[in-house]
């Protein structure tokens, strides 16, 4: 069983920086692969980026390449998202999710966390 807690979501300009983390409880956090989705009203969720094991592997959703990045700390039990240039369309409530899976197979998270809000103001 992993629990999963965000912070660092607030209000932000656009143009602006936040960057968000992610606490894994347990003691088996580099097991497994982290990710981040966002949920916007109304709108379905939808994957941001996603790291696997080592952090040496990442890959992120077209709207969020070169603005965001997604890094991990094993030694904390923690996956960061350092979100810049962001945008009022970056509005959702962000979650982070873990799984068990093969980095190239179809991906399936396991454990979500209870997503932190993010607000941009243009």
């Known amino acids: 069983q992993v629990q999963l807690v965000e912070s660092g979501g607030g209000l932000a300009q656009a143009g602006g920086s936040l960057r968000l983390s992610c606490a894994a409880s347990?003691?088996?956090?580099?097991?497994?692969?982290m990710g981040w989705f966002r949920q916007a009203p109304g709108k379905e969720r939808e994957f941001v980026t996603r790291?696997?094991?080592?952090?040496?592997?990442?890959v992120y959703a077209d709207s969020v390449k070169g603005r965001f990045t997604i890094s991990r700390d094993n030694a904390k039990n923690t996956v960061y998202l350092q979100m810049n240039s962001l945008k009022p369309e970056d509005t959702a409530v962000y979650y982070c999710?873990?799984?068990?899976?093969?980095?190239?197979?179809?991906?399936?998270?396991?454990?979500w966390g209870q997503g932190t809000q993010v607000t941009v103001s243009s």
């Open positions: 347990g003691r088996t956090f580099s097991r497994y692969v």
């Open positions: 999710a873990a799984g068990d899976f093969i980095w190239t197979l179809q991906p399936r998270y396991d454990y």
């Open positions: 790291i696997n094991r080592s952090g040496r592997s990442t």
